[in-house]
């Protein structure tokens, strides 16, 4: 069994700050170091979307355009933790946050079958 625990979602207003933490647990899931971590969302009727990737060592990340220079990545490989500093969010931002998982690089699809674990999602809600 492998499971990854999202937390740290909520309600903020626009221009405010938020930390998303996944935890990952389970027997079968090996040593964390070699599994890249992403965070996607999804909106309302909309599909899933990427959102950022952090490889296995933590030394290259990757961020969906409309996040970069607002959004973090980062993993402490020694606590099986991966976080995502999200600051000045904005109203259309609010979604289920879903953290993943895959040996080697992220899927950045957002396609469930693409990225092998998979979280049950933290909501986050961004007020105007």
Do not use: W
């Given at each position: 069994q492998v499971q990854l625990v999202e937390?740290?979602?909520?309600?903020?207003?626009t221009g405010g700050s938020l930390r998303?933490?996944?935890v990952a647990s389970g027997r079968t899931?090996?040593?964390?170091?070699?599994?890249?971590?992403g965070w996607f969302r999804q909106a309302?009727?909309?599909?899933?979307?990427?959102?950022?990737a952090?490889?296995?060592?933590?030394?290259?990340?990757?961020?969906?355009?409309?996040v970069k220079g607002r959004?973090?990545?980062?993993?402490?490989?020694?606590?099986?933790?991966?976080?995502?500093?999200?600051?000045?969010?904005k109203p259309d931002e609010t979604a289920v946050y879903y953290c993943a998982a895959r040996p080697g690089l992220i899927d950045t699809s957002g396609a469930a079958s693409?990225?092998?674990y998979w979280g049950q999602?933290?909501?986050?809600t961004v007020s105007s």
């Open positions: 937390s740290g979602g909520g309600l903020v207003q998303l933490s996944c899931f090996g040593v964390y170091g070699v599994y890249g971590m309302p009727g909309k599909e899933r979307e990427f959102v950022a952090i490889t296995g060592s933590g030394s290259r990340t990757d961020y969906a355009d409309s959004f973090t990545i980062s993993r402490d490989n020694a606590k099986n933790i991966c976080h995502l500093q999200m600051n000045s969010l693409r990225n092998n999602g933290t909501q986050v």
